[in-house]
């Protein structure tokens, strides 16, 4: 499958959101996000993942993107002169869950883990979408870690059912995968608090990331804004939804979508977040 047609499957946000980014980059941004799936799919699918995915942390660290199986990857490393040690802790990262699966203790691994999967596709993103990597690494970071808390906070049933818990033991009073998916009445309500904190940090990440796009070109500025308006959309949805996790998925109406990009592209201060004094 090309880059555009895995962006287009998987990546609903992201694809809405590319349209508007200059056609190189959209096409440099397709290839990046497909190398990440295709790491993510092998962590959470393959009963051998963690193995094939040490493979590719051999190669990226010591410059051999083309054993990357995706199209165009090699070709985008060596005219971008990508780093790749972002992409290496990513690897890194998804073959650890591929291997031990995932029970988060504290507020502080929460966030290592959401750098390690998301902020490093920020950094990645950062001179794809022509912002000086430098200055707005900061930004790019804590708009991957917002997006990451967002999918956390959205996807509890579906991963405690994966044995997974990604809210910290230390909010859910140490409850474990099986007793949150159980859950019912009461035992409910601490779960839900701890997806209501965990959608607030996200909004102070997204107020961080907001002081950076000003360092994006204009016409991919807008795509990120859309991109962020968009995920950050999901979060306040749960949250205004009062955090029934036990009812599945939160998903935003195609209507939905369409006024929160339009939002996003006409008036790009409204509702912004604000950071916690």
Sequence with gaps: MKPREVLARHGSSFHLA???????????????????????????????????????????????????????FEALVERRQMALEPLVTLARTAAKEAREGRLIETEAELIDYCYGVAGTVGELMCPLLGADPARGREAAVALGIGMQLTNIARDVLEDAQRGRRYLPAEWVEGRGPARISAAHGPDRAPIQNAIARVIERAEQEYAHAESGFRLIPWRNRLAIRVAARLYRGIGLQVRANGCRYWQGRTMLSHRRRRRLALQALLRPAVDAPHPSP
């Design 18 to 72: 590319s349209r508007l980014l200059r056609r190189g980059d959209a096409d440099d941004v397709a290839t990046l996000y497909a190398v990440c799936r295709l790491i993510d799919d092998i962590a959470d699918e393959s009963a051998g993942g963690a193995g094939r995915i040490d493979g590719f942390v051999d190669a990226l660290a010591h410059g051999r993107a083309g054993e990357v199986p995706v199209d165009g």
